[in-house]
């Protein structure tokens, strides 16, 4: 089982639609990160956070430490957002880096 | 000026080969990072250098083994390639190894033949 989850594996939206993308983790963390896939290739960094919310743009990243769950949400979301999103945690203990095996979005004008 | 850089982005050769992939950047950072995403997209880390210490191994093959001849560069270098090694490679460096945000290279895609 993996120590990261995330759901949906898929999501297709209509542009200009709320989207919410779930992750959970099995281990105490220090960090969890969203990470954007383009479909080019290229990974972007989007958010760490270790506790309550951060917002860049129409983006938004919550995490609740006791539930062991961060949501990525997108407001008025936009074809350019198609991406896939990957969540991913560093845990308390040792240096190992887990990831979730990513959501693809796919918003159609 | 590109962050994190790799070289090359695409490399095609035979099994049996040997092959190195190389990673610079020009952050100040003192952590880089050597990830592999299969063909499921799924991500992986391979390797992690600290200030040019390796801090993480993680179960990788011998054939692969990573380079960091001071903190801006890490390279990989991959001995008798298989197909199985057919992946994107991704690069990355933080701040530090404490969970900082990661910035990645664009990728080297390596196709095994």
């Known amino acids: 089982k993996n120590e990261v989850e995330q759901s949906p594996q898929n999501l297709t939206a209509q542009e200009g639609e709320f989207i919410t993308i779930n992750c959970s983790y099995s281990?105490?963390?220090?960090?969890l990160h969203w990470l954007q896939q383009h479909p080019g290739g290229g990974i972007v960094s989007l958010f760490m956070?270790?506790?309550g919310k951060k917002k860049h743009g129409r983006l938004i990243a919550t995490i609740n430490i006791q539930e062991k769950h961060s949501s990525l949400h997108i407001t008025a979301s936009h074809p350019r957002d198609s991406a896939v999103y990957i969540c991913?945690?560093?845990?308390?203990?040792?240096?190992?880096?887990?990831f979730g095996t990513g959501t693809s979005l796919t918003v159609i004008p | 000026d590109t962050a994190v850089s790799q070289t090359p982005k695409y490399l095609v050769t035979q099994m049996g080969n040997d092959k190195s992939i190389k990673c610079e950047q020009n952050?100040?950072?003192?952590?880089m990072y050597w990830y592999k995403q299969d063909s499921k997209k799924f991500l992986k880390i391979m390797f992690s250098y600290n200030n040019k210490e390796l801090i993480i191994n993680e179960t990788v093959p011998n054939r692969f083994s990573p380079k960091s001849p001071d903190k801006a560069h890490l390279n990989l270098h991959i001995n008798s390639l298989e197909l199985g090694d057919s992946a994107v490679y991704f690069c990355?460096?933080?701040?530090?190894?404490?969970?900082?945000?990661?910035?990645f290279g664009p990728g080297t895609r390596l196709t095994v033949l």
């Open positions: 281990v105490g963390i220090s960090a």
């Open positions: 991913a945690v560093t845990p308390n203990t040792g240096n190992q880096f887990y």
């Open positions: 956070l270790s506790s």
């Open positions: 990355a460096s933080s701040q530090s190894i404490a969970g900082d945000t990661q910035y």
């Open positions: 952050l100040g950072h003192d952590t």
